[in-house]
């Protein structure tokens, strides 16, 4: 009959009597960083369970050790669980890892340090919080840029105000103005040299050469031309964050990605404060996540709460007649719920059909919102004026 004992500094053997200690680490900090390794279910008990494999009875006095050691079960007559009849430090000092009790409570305090630490960097290191961080720069970049742009047309369009009308895109706008900067340069050749069609290409020629624009000085012209560069680079910085995002959505959260796409997913994430808390939301909540304001209102004033939250920016709800949306968001929700739960906790990919079945159910529901519209609320007709009202029976106090 074999005994073995977890101490935050390894694995005790006890054998007829007889202790043996298999070590975390022959440090404190070692022991404490593999420590933290075997909680997790990621340090290797093949030497411990190597040397006892033989054994017809194993007991274990940690729940921990004892489910890790379940995975080698079918190798042993017989495993189970009991209780603990010795301290960590006596265990310690029985095994000659430390003199006496002293020195064996200042071991295990060391190796909790160190246990506490390598916890502490893995949860600051978590993708969750990357995600956070990430979805919430690409959201004040794009902000940044829609303001940095609105300023650019205005101020470039003291002297070239034709280009806003025949160009809309703020990248090829702010690319423009940074590389060409001057009216002159707005030549056929050189737009077709920054991939323009030829037909466009003259059509900004033309605008150029009978441009109502004012003169401005060198100068003028030039900080126009650096506020549009910086446009242009922070354009590049978001469309790498977005990159970035969809990477890694991609690796933290295949299935919620697959159903809503990488940027709504790191949203959904973002506001319920990380992947595990939004699988232990129902679906109710994530239907109305972002909605928090207009539900409070709602119950405090009695009015209709709200029938969605930020996925509304999906295009199955945005994009649904009105009087399909709650139920639109609801299934999407409740197929949200599913893909958060297998995403957090593990199993197999899901994503794609789950997305499946929204979009069957949301084309069946589409294909009823006509029906729906006809439908009409029965409503009491006002009396007509002059027509007596009905007066209301007053009840005679006893």
Same mark, same amino acid.
């Given at each position: 009959?074999?005994?073995?004992?977890?101490?935050?500094?390894?694995?005790?053997?006890?054998?007829?009597?007889?202790?043996?200690?298999?070590?975390?680490?022959?440090?404190?900090?070692?022991?404490?960083?593999?420590?933290?390794?075997?909680?997790?279910?990621? !340090?290797?008990?093949? @030497?411990?369970?190597?040397?006892?494999?033989?054994?017809?009875?194993?007991?274990?006095?940690?729940?921990?050790?004892?489910?890790?050691?379940?995975?080698?079960?079918?190798?042993?007559?017989?495993?189970?669980?009991?209780?603990?009849? *010795?301290?960590?430090?006596?265990?310690?000092?029985?095994?000659?890892?430390?003199?006496?009790?002293?020195?064996?409570?200042?071991?295990?305090?060391?190796?909790?340090?160190?246990?506490?630490?390598?916890?502490?960097?893995?949860? !600051?290191?978590?993708?969750?919080? !990357?995600?956070?961080?990430?979805?919430?720069?690409?959201?004040?970049?794009?902000?940044?840029? @829609?303001?940095?742009?609105?300023?650019?047309?205005?101020?470039?369009?003291?002297?070239?105000?034709?280009?806003?009308?025949?160009?809309? *895109?703020?990248?090829?706008?702010? @690319?423009?103005?940074?590389?060409?900067?001057?009216?002159?340069?707005?030549?056929?050749?050189?737009?077709?040299?920054?991939?323009?069609?030829?037909?466009?290409?003259?059509?900004?020629?033309?605008?150029?050469?009978?441009?109502?624009?004012?003169?401005?000085?060198? @100068?003028?012209?030039?900080?126009?031309? +650096?506020?549009?560069?910086?446009?242009?680079?922070?354009? *590049?910085?978001?469309?790498?964050?977005?990159?970035?995002?969809?990477?890694?959505?991609?690796?933290?959260?295949?299935?919620?990605?697959?159903?809503?796409?990488? *940027? !709504?997913?790191?949203?959904?994430?973002?506001?319920?404060?990380? +992947?595990?808390?939004?699988?232990?939301?129902?679906?109710?909540?994530?239907?109305?996540?972002?909605?928090?304001?207009?539900?409070?209102?709602?119950?405090? $004033?009695?009015?209709?709460?709200?029938?969605?939250?930020?996925?509304?920016?999906?295009?199955?709800?945005?994009?649904?007649?009105?009087?399909?949306?709650?139920?639109?968001?609801?299934?999407?929700?409740? $197929? %949200?719920?599913?893909?958060?739960?297998?995403?957090?906790?593990?199993?197999?990919?899901?994503?794609?059909? %789950?997305?499946?079945?929204?979009?069957?159910?949301?084309?069946? %529901?589409?294909?009823?919102?006509?029906?729906? $519209?006809?439908? $009409?609320?029965?409503?009491?007709?006002?009396?007509?004026?002059?027509?007596?009202?009905?007066?209301?029976?007053?009840?005679?106090?006893?």
């Amino acid at each position: 009959m074999i005994k073995l004992h977890l101490t935050p500094y390894g694995v005790v053997k006890e054998d007829d009597g007889n202790l043996e200690i298999y070590k975390f680490g022959d440090t404190p900090d070692k022991a404490g960083v593999n420590l933290y390794r075997l909680y997790k279910g990621r !340090l290797s008990l093949e @030497n411990i369970v190597e040397d006892i494999k033989d054994s017809k009875q194993v007991f274990v006095t940690s729940r921990v050790l004892y489910k890790l050691l379940g995975r080698y079960s079918d190798l042993f007559d017989k495993i189970e669980y009991v209780d603990r009849e *010795k301290t960590s430090s006596e265990l310690l000092v029985k095994t000659g890892v430390a003199k006496d009790a002293k020195e064996a409570l200042k071991l295990i305090k060391d190796v909790m340090k160190a246990y506490s630490e390598e916890k502490l960097k893995e949860e !600051l290191a978590n993708k969750d919080l !990357l995600i956070i961080h990430a979805i919430n720069s690409y959201d004040e970049y794009t902000e940044t840029i @829609n303001l940095f742009y609105e300023r650019l047309r205005e101020w470039y369009g003291i002297y070239f105000p034709e280009l806003a009308e025949l160009v809309t *895109k703020i990248e090829s706008y702010a @690319n423009l103005v940074a590389t060409l900067t001057w009216r002159e340069e707005f030549t056929k050749e050189n737009l077709l040299k920054l991939g323009y069609a030829e037909k466009k290409a003259a059509a900004i020629e033309e605008a150029a050469k009978a441009s109502r624009g004012g003169m401005l000085e060198m @100068n003028d012209i030039e900080m126009i031309r +650096i506020h549009a560069k910086m446009l242009k680079d922070m354009v *590049k910085t978001r469309d790498a964050i977005e990159n970035y995002l969809e990477e890694l959505l991609e690796e933290v959260a295949p299935n919620i990605t697959a159903i809503v796409g990488p *940027k !709504l997913a790191a949203r959904l994430i973002a506001k319920a404060g990380g +992947i595990k808390k939004l699988a232990m939301f129902p679906a109710s909540t994530i239907q109305l996540l972002g909605a928090e304001r207009a539900l409070f209102l709602a119950l405090r $004033k009695g009015r209709k709460p709200p029938k969605h939250g930020i996925i509304f920016q999906h295009p199955f709800v945005s994009q649904s007649p009105k009087v399909i949306r709650g139920r639109v968001a609801r299934i999407l929700a409740g $197929k %949200l719920t599913i893909a958060a739960r297998v995403d957090a906790f593990g199993g197999e990919y899901v994503g794609e059909k %789950l997305y499946e079945e929204v979009k069957e159910k949301v084309e069946v %529901l589409r294909q009823q919102a006509p029906k729906l $519209k006809e439908k $009409k609320i029965r409503v009491k007709p006002k009396p007509k004026k002059g027509a007596p009202r009905k007066r209301k029976k007053r009840r005679r106090r006893r």
